[in-house]
């Protein structure tokens, strides 16, 4: 495995996560020895829409977002990717190109599983089959709910939706209660300016949902803001 700067050793983060701990010892020795991690600079390419999905993703520092830029000068962001989290297993599976541009959003570090590697678990480990199917569900879930958010145009509903998106637990598993991104981002990742992303955060903590503090959103109540995520008109 290739080495890090990482305040972690890239060996124990990976032990950290859920699929890791499905694995045999072999397959789990197997992954320590061909995963790599690369380092990115702030709206730095991860991967490019079109060229051959080689590894599945996983974000070990940062923030990530998957995103399209069309024709028209439209960029639609399908979903942010914050760290702990993993992205392109479907076009790794389908030995595809990526369908989407991988950027990063702020300084981040990716670690890789090789296309070679991802294939030879899903041959070998039931576990990690339903892992993969489990992500897969709940990805196209999440995509789905985009596509209904981008045509909502309420700032408060998109932002919380938004923050939603990035608490769930089975694709972002241990998010915590913060979010560690600035506004700017928060208004990307949730298709808003800045001026509207500042207005709907204050309404949000006006409503007792979250509290901006320097540098982070805190979210006060996730199920509150789950309940009106849904609810609202």
Do not use: C
Not at 6 to 23: D, G, N, R, V, Y
């Amino acid at each position: 495995m290739r080495k890090s700067g990482s305040s972690k050793p890239i060996a124990a983060w990976l032990e950290e996560t859920k699929w890791m701990q499905l694995l045999s010892a072999e397959a789990r020795q197997r992954v320590l020895e061909d995963a790599y991690a690369e380092r990115h600079a702030d709206k730095a390419f991860v991967a490019r829409k079109g060229e051959p999905a080689n590894s599945w993703i996983g974000v070990v520092e940062g923030l990530l977002k998957a995103s399209e830029d069309f024709r028209s000068g439209k960029s639609l962001i399908y979903s942010g990717i914050p760290a702990g989290s993993w992205i392109g297993e479907g076009s790794v599976m389908k030995f595809a190109p990526r369908h989407y541009d991988i950027v990063a959003m702020q300084q981040s570090m990716t670690v890789h599983i090789p296309r070679a590697t991802f294939r030879w678990l899903l041959d070998t480990s039931l576990s990690f089959n339903h892992f993969v199917l489990d992500h897969l569900n709940e990805r196209l879930g999440q995509f789905m709910g985009m596509v209904e958010t981008d045509r909502i145009d309420d700032p408060m509903l998109k932002l919380a939706r938004a923050i939603l998106s990035l608490f769930n637990p089975v694709l972002y598993p241990g998010m915590g209660s913060a979010l560690f991104v600035s506004q700017e981002e928060l208004g990307e990742l949730a298709g808003l300016s800045r001026q509207r992303t500042n207005a709907a955060i204050k309404a949000l903590e006006t409503a007792g949902l979250v509290r901006a503090n320097y540098g982070n959103l805190q979210i006060l109540d996730l199920k509150a803001l789950g309940s009106f995520a849904r609810n609202a008109e």
